[in-house]
């Protein structure tokens, strides 16, 4: 089984232009999430996926591979589709570019979870996509409209995703929530689907790309990670990440 790392990159992010190239120590975020997919050790081969010719120059500068597509992509998934086809493999790993506290480790425990689950010849209900998510350890994380909020059955199955605080404790405050983390294992087929088909009304309104595989009926299984990481989407955010990321490297020492 082939399986290839792709790591989507933009430079127009609404809240934060060009954070995929802010740095995090002498090295920009992406490189960072590069080496971290490559550690993994569970890819034939990683690839950098941008329409951005700053950003491939970057690339070139560190000698990361990256495939060109498109500047008009408006999700990571949109641009996985195109890279994808300039690479053939039998899965397709997106790894965010603005996640750079993930782990080899992390990476490591989706990707398996994901040739399991979408492997099993005896599976009635084969995931189209398994992505990671994480246990949400603050309450400002939850109201934080930037972290998409998961909500899955208790196989693990994703039942619905919303930037608001779901599921609301009405009935009991007796529950962790659960956050998207950018990891995603997509199968071509999948991939496929997500290309033809278009936006739903739930994608449109929570701009969130996994619920056009929820609107439409295919499963999106979701795997935790352990611990805490961080996604960066405001210059605050690159400042947390610095100090979690320097606090990292002092506890390795």
């Known amino acids: ?14 809240r934060f232009p060009g954070k995929v190239l802010a740095l995090l120590g002498d ?9 971290v997919a490559v550690s993994s050790g569970m890819f034939d081969a990683v690839y ?4 951005h010719e700053t950003i491939r120059e970057a690339c070139g500068t560190y000698q990361i591979p990256c495939l060109t597509t498109g500047t008009g992509h408006q999700n990571p998934t949109s641009r996985i589709c195109e890279a994808a086809g300039q690479v053939d493999a039998d899965l397709y790993v997106m790894v965010g570019a603005d996640e750079p506290l ?13 040739v399991t689950a979408m492997t099993n010849p005896d599976a009635e209900d084969r995931p189209f996509v398994v992505n990671a998510m ?20 208790g196989s693990g199955k994703g039942l619905y995703a919303s930037r608001s605080p779901i599921p ?7 529950y962790q929530y659960k956050k998207f ?10 991939l496929n689907f997500f290309d033809s088909t278009p936006k739903g009304r739930l994608e449109q309104i929570e701009e969130f790309d996994l619920l056009r595989f929820m609107e439409h009926g295919k499963t999106v299984l979701f795997a935790e990670i352990p611990g805490s990481t961080l996604s960066v989407d405001t210059p605050k955010d690159l400042e947390r990440v610095r100090e979690q990321f320097a606090a990292r490297e002092n506890h390795s020492l």
């Open 1 to 14: 089984m082939r399986i290839v790392g792709m790591i989507p990159a933009r430079l127009d992010s609404t």
């Open 27 to 35: 090295r920009p975020l992406f490189w960072h999430v590069y080496h």
């Open 48 to 51: 950098v996926a941008s329409g």
């Open 102 to 114: 993930l782990t080899p480790e992390d990476i490591k425990l989706v990707t398996k979870k994901a």
């Open 134 to 153: 994480a246990a949400i350890s603050s309450a400002p994380e939850v109201f934080d409209c930037a972290n998409i909020k998961i909500v899955c059955s």
């Open 168 to 174: 609301y404790p009405k009935g009991s405050l007796d």
């Open 181 to 190: 983390v950018s990891i995603g294992v997509y199968t071509k087929k999948a």
